[in-house]
């Protein structure tokens, strides 16, 4: 179980560079408290281009006090569809960098959208410098340790120190220049500067550079400079050059590749190992960067020893002060925001309790055999954090149960293209601000669509936002009144919180709030609101919007470019709306129609309570569950008989709370099997009757006398109610706990969507209609599902096949798919309405394989069984009394 009391930490992430703000993310995902200190005035970290160095003339060797590398002209070495988070896709902006390898200044704004989107800005203090970072209490390792933290805010020069449970250490590795040992080099008089200062070529009009290094960024300058610089030359370690740099120096007569230089000299002549000279007026040095934390104070057990950071097991965790110290975006050479993802996942889940570190010693047997195969290979010290290879890349990925690969599935080649706004942006309407809209929505505008929700009552929740408009309310007969939640005032959550929540977000523990395991309705609801709330979805609902219509605008043409016209109207305005969407997602639950069985006598028993005017408190008469009784509203069933149809969780949990005033409630239910969690609620309680008779396998029943009925033969206009066996009894209530229907009574789709016997159909994947996808989706169709789990895996591949990252099969295909499933849904005996329950975890598994979605873990499941079989052993207790929390 997941508690704020117990696991949440207090939280120093250090920079607010892509590393650190995907690990502030994170840890305030797990529920941690968290700031982040920044010292520059921005987010962004090396990519907040500062040009105050433009044109500088620095002097020998000078690396003054800049915290960006970033030059004027850079732009990035890996496509965009590759540079982002896997839940922020680095989209094309119409007005901004639409290259597919845009320049610094679009991967900022990408960082400044990633920081609005989810709401980060709130968490970091801008220009404030780390000045130490050090143990409380350097006696006491690892992770009961805290750490004091001294910072300078650089506006006000005030000081200030606070104590941390954790810190995260995300400053990157580009702002301390290596660079070279050379003789000559702290006496040679021109001009030497880094090109961690360089912004742009025109200071060296007509002057002769040398560029040292032959990596990206000397590549990058050198060819720069060829318009304005009369000499160019480039020395590198190897004078075998790719085909790409030989392509260039044949294309400009005054770049030229040289050799390692020997030495400097007073004169301005720099001598190459070959012997070759040429006099220069400046140096640039693209000699790359070491690791450097000159606040960070360890009593030594962190050091930088020749660019190698450790002991650090998987380059993250010193393992003696584990997992209250770790760093983030030390390895090089990998996709870097994929894997700062993964990591920052890691470092929070540990923290909040969801993974465990080896033991220490185990951690260091770990980094020892790391170093000794890098030295079996032949790998420098100084290379130690240069990852080459996916598969060391994927380590701490596998650890979070997350792949590295962006869009590929377990199995499957993968299908991620690029992603624009421009060609694949949507505009799009999701139906409903349940658990399933709202996460639909949350998805859809990850992947870059435009969204709007039409909710059409006042706040967030669907069927979880309690209306208390039904309490005392008599109306008649077999009235179903306009009210969209089911929920009872009592009502609690069936399973524990821990597997009630989308995976990103947990259903924490919160102070002062419902602490249970298994909370009532409203904590939910506050759930909901606080997903809302931290992912800012409320901006895109329309709330009190009723839709009227949903239709096509173009019969003839079906599939991914169709348009759909909704008409909405405003229940406080009366304002009707028309608009057209390029597609519409269905996300209104299927808890709204209540589903009435056919009983001979149903209206003739209505006329008979409705002229003698008994006292109904449930909403309908006979009501269906949609009961809002509580208090003293409650007295008014006070010593009735009840007849409760249906022995689903609603009737037992009515049941339940009605024998505490009814006078006799009669549970109505098809199967003569009972559990023995019901067998025991009954034995406690004289006026709970079972019904049809049963001959009870449960010893400790013998004693009671249970009045036993078979099911509901017909109602009488003198209130009685004759069951199957001939048995009978007047009764005062029914209520009907008989399930619901589906129904989209707006939508207009010409057939070729129709609930029949309860089968909503024909659906590819109960998500689907194969002749209107993608343009139309259902979001939540299935039941007995683990639904929070299983809308975010509907609400990913929906957004994503809108945005062409998947694709769908053909629609021949699709139907064909159908068919086999109705099939073997006959061959098994299951009837048509339950044609959507799909208790099958393989099914959920094999689902989340369309979107890329984990599979489902073995604690998961563990707890979903557990539960089930406690609730069949203690109907009663089984909310509040578990023996799985080891899960």
């Known amino acids: ?168 250490v995300a400053t990157g590795q580009y702002s301390h ?135 650090l097991y998987e380059h993250t965790f010193p393992p003696s002060l584990a997992p209250s110290l770790s760093f983030m975006g030390i390895p090089r050479r990998i996709i870097a925001f994929p894997f700062f993802e993964t990591q920052a996942k890691w470092i929070a889940q540990l923290l909040s309790g969801k993974r465990t570190l080896p033991s220490c010693e185990d951690m260091m047997q770990s980094v020892k055999e790391f170093y000794h195969s890098r030295d079996v290979a032949g790998i420098p010290k100084h290379r130690t954090h240069v990852i080459e290879n996916f598969e060391d890349a994927f380590i701490p990925g596998m650890l979070s149960g997350q792949s590295l690969v962006v869009g590929k599935s377990s199995g499957e080649p993968s299908q991620t293209t690029m992603v624009s706004e421009i060609n694949l942006s949507k505009h799009v309407c999701v139906i409903g601000a349940g658990p399933s809209g709202v996460v639909a929505a949350r998805e859809l505008r990850k992947e870059g669509h435009s969204v709007v929700v039409l909710e059409q009552k006042h706040d967030v929740g669907g069927q979880w936002l309690y209306e208390p408009i039904g309490e005392s309310h008599d109306s008649g007969k077999g009235a179903t009144p306009e009210v969209h939640g089911s929920v009872y005032a009592s009502l609690r959550l069936n399973t524990p919180r821990e597997i009630t929540a989308f995976t990103d977000f947990p259903f924490l523990v919160k102070k002062d709030r419902d602490m249970r395991r298994f909370p009532g309705h409203r904590e939910l609801l506050l759930y909901l609101e606080d997903f809302c709330e931290w992912f800012g979805l409320k901006e895109m609902i329309r709330f009190n919007t009723r839709v009227e219509y949903v239709g096509m605008v173009d019969v003839a043409k079906f599939g991914e470019d169709m348009k759909w016209v909704v008409r909405s109207k405003n229940k406080m305005t009366r304002n009707f709306m028309e608009e057209v969407f390029d597609a519409v997602v269905v996300a209104t639950g299927h808890y709204s129609k209540p589903r009435l069985p056919s009983i001979k006598g149903f209206l003739k028993m209505n006329g008979y309570m409705e002229k003698e005017a008994y006292a109904v408190t449930f909403i309908g008469y006979p009501s269906h569950s949609v009961m809002r009784c509580n208090g003293d509203k409650l007295l008014l069933l006070f010593l009735q008989v009840v007849v409760v149809i249906g022995n689903s969780i609603s009737g037992r949990d009515i049941s339940m709370e009605l024998v505490d005033i009814a006078k006799e409630i009669h549970l109505s239910a098809k199967s003569l099997e009972i559990s023995e969690g019901l067998s025991k609620v009954i034995s406690k309680h004289e006026n709970l009757h079972i019904h049809p008779r049963v001959l009870t396998p449960y010893p400790y ?167 089930l079989r406690n609730a069949n052993t203690n109907l009663e207790t089984y909310r509040d009394s578990c023996d799985d929390l080891k899960l």
């Open 1 to 168: 179980m997941i508690s704020e009391i117990n696991l949440s930490k207090q939280v120093c992430v250090i920079g607010a560079g892509p590393s650190g703000l995907v690990a502030a993310r994170e840890l305030r995902k797990e529920g941690h408290s968290v700031v982040v200190l920044e010292q520059n005035h921005d987010v962004g970290g090396q990519w907040l281009y500062d040009p105050i160095r433009e044109g500088v003339d620095s002097g020998k060797g000078a690396t003054p006090e800049v915290h960006s590398s970033v030059y004027a002209s850079l732009r990035l070495a890996f496509p965009r569809e590759i540079t982002g988070f896997t839940d922020f896709p680095f989209l094309v902006k119409e007005g901004r960098d639409m290259r597919r390898f845009p320049g610094h200044k679009e991967l900022l704004l990408y960082l400044k959208d990633f920081c609005e989107c989810f709401g980060l800005k709130e968490m970091v203090r801008f220009n404030t410098r780390v000045e130490l970072v050090g143990m409380v209490d350097s006696a006491k390792l690892g992770k009961d340790m805290k750490w004091v933290v001294r910072s300078k805010d650089k506006m006000t020069e005030n000081l200030m120190e606070e104590v941390f449970d954790v810190v995260v």
């Open 177 to 311: 220049p290596r660079l070279p040992s050379i003789k000559g080099m702290d006496t040679w008089r021109r001009k030497q500067i880094h090109s961690h200062i360089y912004r742009v070529p025109e200071p060296f009009c007509n002057e002769v550079v040398v560029v040292i290094g032959n990596s990206l960024s000397g590549q990058d300058i050198s060819m720069e400079l060829v318009d304005v610089a009369k000499e160019i030359h480039l020395s590198a370690k190897s004078l075998d050059i790719s085909e790409g740099l030989s392509k260039v120096i044949s294309k400009h007569e005054n770049l030229h590749i040289q050799p390692q230089i020997d030495s400097l000299h007073g004169d301005g002549q720099v001598l190459f190992i070959d012997g070759s000279r040429v006099f220069a007026d400046t140096i640039i040095y693209c000699t790359g960067y070491s690791y450097s934390f000159p606040f960070l104070d360890t009593k030594g057990i962190v050091a930088v020893d020749d660019d190698r950071v450790g002991p």
């Open 701 to 867: 029943l013998s004693y009671i006398h249970l009045y036993v009925h078979t099911l509901i033969d017909s109602l009488h206009e003198d209130g009685r109610v004759l069951f199957i066996d001939g048995s009978w009894l007047f009764v005062d209530t029914i209520v009907y706990c008989t399930g619901y229907s589906y129904s989209f009574p707006f939508l207009e789709t010409k057939g070729i969507v129709v609930v029949d016997d309860d089968r909503v159909g024909p659906l590819y994947e109960h998500t689907f209609p194969p002749s209107l996808a993608p343009s139309l989706s259902f979001v939540g169709i299935p039941a007995k599902i683990l639904p929070f789990l299983f809308f975010e895996s509907q609400a990913k591949w929906i957004a994503q096949l809108m945005s062409g990252k998947r694709i769908l099969p053909s629609c021949e295909d699709m139907m064909q798919s159908i068919k086999e499933f109705y099939h073997s849904r006959d061959v098994a005996g299951i009837p048509k309405h339950k044609t959507h329950e799909i208790p099958n975890f393989e099914y959920w598994d094999m689902y989340g394989d369309h979107s890329g979605s984990p599979h489902l873990e073995e604690w998961i499941k563990e707890i979903c069984i557990s539960t």
